[in-house]
């Protein structure tokens, strides 16, 4: 669904170079994850995906060139931010969702099939009580809940996600996790997120960025078969285990594997 073709950016005003010549192919109705370390280029890449961002390159939705669609794909395509860019913290839950709403909206006016989706995606997220909160009144959790919840209403047909498992504790991002997958069969996501553990968790396929360049692309046994290019990345050590049933990724302690090497 989504193809990038020589996608490099940089930003004028500090004249740093984000992203170099950037090609891959993003498979669809799959959890598709940016991992990197900050300032890696994982934002960089999904505001271009989402034309947000002047870029150089080409990107593609549906085989159609992304710049030529822009009204399309703001119906199909949402894009989440982080919590550092969610403004406006005196209005409610509610006043958001049906703002978020408006791009798949029939008329200028919201109508009962707007608030029924609303009702439907707080009923999903566990929103429903909060409502009528203001936003500066929830916990960063709750938070990051409405985030995800804005982006879902209208109903898009690619999710990108900017660290949705940035401010959750240990139980949410776990909840989070089993719910990307779940929905990844009719909505393709891509994500960003620095936590190896949490992409092992929740991705089918991988993009590994280090200062702006891809250095690996591949799906969850490809990655977790060699660790070496995120030993690279991350300058620490990883190991796999098995959880439920799922391979997931594990740093190392440095100083107990070092020991390990020695005394080995």
């Not at 006016?109 to 409502?131: P, Y």
């Not at 909840?175 to 936590?195: A, Q």
Request: glycine share 6%; net charge neutral.
């Amino acid at each position: 669904m989504i193809s990038i073709k020589s996608l490099s950016v940089r930003y004028k005003r500090s004249g740093v170079v984000a992203l170099r010549d950037v090609s891959i192919d993003i498979p669809s109705n799959k959890v598709t994850c940016i991992l990197g370390p900050n300032a890696s280029g994982k934002t960089t890449l999904l505001k271009a995906i989402a034309q947000l961002i002047s870029y150089d390159g080409v990107v593609e939705v549906n085989g159609r060139d992304a710049r030529g669609i822009i009204s399309e794909l703001r119906r199909m395509l949402s894009y989440s931010s982080t919590l550092e860019e969610l403004d406006l913290l005196g209005i409610t839950v509610l006043d958001v969702l049906v703002y978020s709403r408006y791009p798949a909206s029939r008329g200028f006016f919201t109508s009962e099939e707007d608030l029924r989706r609303v009702s439907e995606v707080c009923e999903m997220l566990g929103l429903s009580d909060l409502a009528n909160r203001r936003l500066g009144e929830l916990s960063a959790g709750e938070l990051q809940r409405v985030v995800l919840a804005a982006a879902l209403v209208k109903d898009p047909k690619v999710l990108l996600l900017d660290e949705p498992d940035g401010h959750l504790d240990v139980y949410s991002k776990t909840w989070l996790s089993s719910f990307l997958r779940e929905i990844s069969s009719r909505v393709t996501i891509v994500l960003s997120t620095h936590d190896p553990l949490f992409a092992s968790m929740t991705c089918d396929y991988y993009v590994v960025l280090s200062r702006g360049r891809v250095v690996f692309t591949g799906f969850h046994d490809e990655l977790l078969r060699d660790t070496s290019v995120l030993e690279r990345v991350y300058n620490v050590s990883f190991t796999s285990i098995s959880i439920g049933g799922l391979r997931v990724l594990i740093p190392l302690n440095q100083s107990a594997y070092r020991g390990k090497l020695v005394r080995q």
